[in-house]
C-alpha cells in the first residue's frame, strides 16, 4: 500500500482535562500516514486522482483547532474519521502529541491506525 504522509502538523487548540487547559490553547502536534493506492494518480497525474495533502492538512488542522476536546485519543479518532472521508484513504495511522504536556518528556500523545471498514 502507498502512503501519502503530513509530518508534525501544527495546530493550536484547546485540549486537556484540568480547568487551567481549558482555558488556553496548546500546541497539538499531529502525524498522519495515509494509506492509498497512487497508481492511477502517476498515470494520470491528475490531483483528482490524488489523496490532496494540502486539503487534508487544513481540515485536520481546523478541527483539531475548534474541536476543544478533553482528551488526545478523542481527538485522534475524530482526525482519523476526516481522513477516511477522502475517497482515496484506504486506512490510516495518526498520532497526537502534546508537546511538554508532562515535565522531562519532550511531548506525549497517542497513535491510532482506522481502516475504512471499521
Known sequence: MDKVI???LLARGV???????????QNILINIVACTDTHRAAQTDNI????NY???SKKVQSHAES???LTVEALANDLAKICLEEKNV???LVRVEKPGAVR???SVGVEIERTRDE
Open 67 to 69: 474541536a476543544a476536546r
Open 15 to 25: 485540549i486537556g482535562i484540568n480547568d487551567w487547559e481549558r482555558e488556553i490553547t
Open 6 to 8: 503530513i509530518k508534525d
Open 90 to 92: 484506504k486506512s490510516v
Open 54 to 56: 494540502k486539503t487534508l
Open 104 to 106: 522531562f518528556a519532550q
Open 48 to 51: 483528482e486522482d490524488c489523496v
